[in-house]
C-alpha cells in the first residue's frame, strides 16, 4: 500500500505544485489504483509516474470545487483510449454525477467502459472483504468529505518452511495446522497448529481529509490511524485567514494527528505563495505539535507499512 500525490497545490495550478489529486495504490493487494480527487492536469502528471489509467478502479472526489474535479472528465476519456476497459465507481457529493455526464456529452466522449456514480453522504459508502471506507463531512462551506480506509486484518501467514523441515508432507493437514489445531503425525507425534502459523496483522487505517475548517471531531474519524493526509492551505499565525475561508492551518492539521493518535501526517494543499523555504517552515511549525509530519510534494511516493 502506497500513497502518491499527484498534486499538492492549492486553488490554482503553480509551476511546483499541481492541484488536488492523490493515489492509493493498492496493487500488491488488489492489483488497483484508488485516485482521490482529480484536479485538472492530473492526467499530465499521471504520465510522469508509473500509473496506469487502466488500474483506476475507484475514484473518491471530497467536494465539487473545480481545483478538485476538472481533471476528471479528461482522465476518464483517455482511460478508454488507452485501453480501460474494466468499469470505474466514482463516489462524490450530489451533482458530481451531472457534472461528468455532461461533460462528456457536450464534448461527444464515448467510453468504452461503463461509470456507476454513488452519491455519498456520511458513513460506510464501500465495504468488501479487504477494505471498508467510511466518509464524514466536513466544514467548508460546500458540501466536502474526509475518507477513512480501512484495510481488513491479515490473518497469521502458515510456516510451510518448518514443516517440510519436520517432514510434514503437504495435503489436508496443513489446513488443520493453518486453523491451529493440535495434530498426530502416523508416528505419533503431536503437533500444534498455533506453533506454526505466524502472527496476524492489524489492518491499515489510512484517513484523507478533503478541504475543511478545523473540527474537533476529526480527530475521531480518524482515530489510530497509521497516516492522515490533511490540507494546510494557511500557516499557524493566520487561523483568522483559514477560518474565514473555510481551511485549516499547519498546527489545527497537527494537532488532528495528535489527537488522533496517528502515527504519521502528511500535509497538502499548499497555497502557492510558499516557496521551497516557506513550505518547510510549514512542515517545522506542524511539528511543534505534531514530529512526525512530512509536507507533501508532487510525485511523492509514501509507503504505508504494517504495524
Known amino acids: 500500500m502506497e500513497l502518491e500525490f499527484l498534486g499538492t497545490g492549492a486553488g490554482v495550478p503553480a509551476k511546483h505544485r499541481n492541484v488536488s489529486s492523490l493515489a492509493l495504490k493498492l496493487l500488491d493487494e488488489r492489483n488497483s489504483i484508488w485516485l482521490f480527487d482529480c484536479g485538472e ?30 481533471g476528471l472528465p479528461g482522465l476518464l476519456s483517455s482511460r478508454s483510449f488507452q485501453g480501460g476497459e474494466e ?3 466514482i463516489y462524490g457529493p450530489v451533482g458530481l454525477e451531472n457534472y461528468v455526464r455532461t461533460s462528456l456529452q457536450v464534448t461527444k466522449t464515448h467510453l468504452s467502459y461503463p461509470l456507476h456514480f454513488v452519491e ?10 479487504q477494505f471498508t471506507v467510511e466518509s464524514m ?18 490473518e497469521g501467514v502458515l510456516q510451510v518452511d518448518k514443516l517440510v523441515a519436520l517432514g510434514v508432507p503437504a495435503g489436508p493437514i496443513y489446513g488443520k495446522i493453518k486453523r491451529g489445531e493440535k495434530v498426530t503425525m502416523p508416528d505419533g507425534t503431536t503437533i500444534d497448529g498455533r506453533d506454526f502459523v505466524g502472527e496476524e496483522k492489524k489492518g491499515r ?4 481529509f478533503g478541504d475543511t475548517r478545523f473540527m474537533t471531531r476529526s480527530s475521531e474519524f480518524a482515530k489510530n490511524s497509521d497516516v492522515i493526509v490533511h490540507e494546510s492551505t494557511f500557516n499557524k499565525n493566520e487561523s483568522k485567514l483559514a477560518r474565514a475561508y473555510f481551511h485549516s492551518t499547519t498546527q489545527q492539521a497537527a494537532t488532528i494527528a495528535k489527537e488522533a493518535h496517528a502515527k504519521k501526517l502528511l500535509l497538502t494543499h499548499i497555497s502557492a505563495r510558499y516557496l521551497a523555504k516557506e513550505a518547510k517552515e510549514l512542515e517545522e511549525e506542524a511539528r511543534e505539535i505534531f514530529p512526525n509530519t512530512q509536507i507533501a510534494k508532487d510525485f511523492d511516493i509514501v509507503d504505508v507499512p504494517f504495524s
Open 41 to 70: 492536469g492530473t492526467q499530465m502528471q499521471i504520465l510522469r509516474t508509473t500509473i496506469k489509467p487502466r488500474k483506476i478502479e475507484k475514484i473518491f472526489i471530497s467536494h465539487l470545487h473545480g481545483d478538485h474535479i476538472f
Open 120 to 129: 455519498i453522504k456520511e458513513g460506510i459508502i464501500f465495504q468488501d472483504k
Open 205 to 208: 487505517v489510512v484517513t484523507i
Open 87 to 89: 468499469p470505474v465507481e
Open 137 to 154: 463531512l466536513l466544514d467548508h462551506g460546500i458540501d466536502s468529505y474526509g475518507f477513512r480506509v480501512k484495510e481488513a486484518d491479515h
